[in-house]
């Protein structure tokens, strides 16, 4: 099972950026997938969740309004729209999946135990900067 983004990059603040995570290894739809980020001195944090088989999301109140979660069921892919981009918002980000069937348990996790979701990929680098 391989999880891969793409998409990252520098982009000015207010700017807009599209993250993929595209899958692939097995079927997810007992899965839940979800983003991930973390800062330069931080903990990893959540960013939100897609549960695979019906498309409910969930979000971290920190990007509430400002991120959409997708995904594309025939390409395997899921996608982190992201608007009204912060300099905060600037981390490397990664997608994780985990058959624990919804957005919402996905968005409850401690994060002491993000190292047990089943797979992670490599991230990717979202810089926001002027």
């Known amino acids: 099972v391989q999880l891969v983004e793409s998409g990252g990059g520098l982009v000015q603040p207010g700017g807009s950026l599209r993250l993929s995570c595209a899958a692939s290894?097995?079927?997810?739809?007992?899965?839940?997938m979800g983003w991930f980020r973390q800062a330069p001195g931080k903990e990893r944090e959540f960013v939100g969740s897609?549960?695979?088989?019906?498309?409910?999301?969930h979000y971290a109140d920190s990007v509430k309004g400002r991120f959409t979660i997708s995904r594309d069921n025939a390409k395997n892919t899921m996608f982190l729209q992201m608007n009204s981009l912060k300099p905060e918002d600037t981390a490397v980000y990664y997608c994780?999946?985990?058959?624990?069937?919804?957005?919402?348990?996905?968005?409850?996790?401690?994060?002491?135990?993000?190292?047990?979701?089943?797979?992670w990929g490599q991230g990717t680098l979202v810089t926001v900067s002027s």
């Open positions: 994780a999946a985990d058959p624990v069937a919804t957005a919402q348990a996905m968005g409850i996790i401690p994060s002491a135990l993000y190292r047990h979701l089943e797979v």
């Open positions: 290894g097995r079927t997810f739809s007992n899965y839940a």
């Open positions: 897609i549960t695979w088989s019906d498309g409910n999301t």
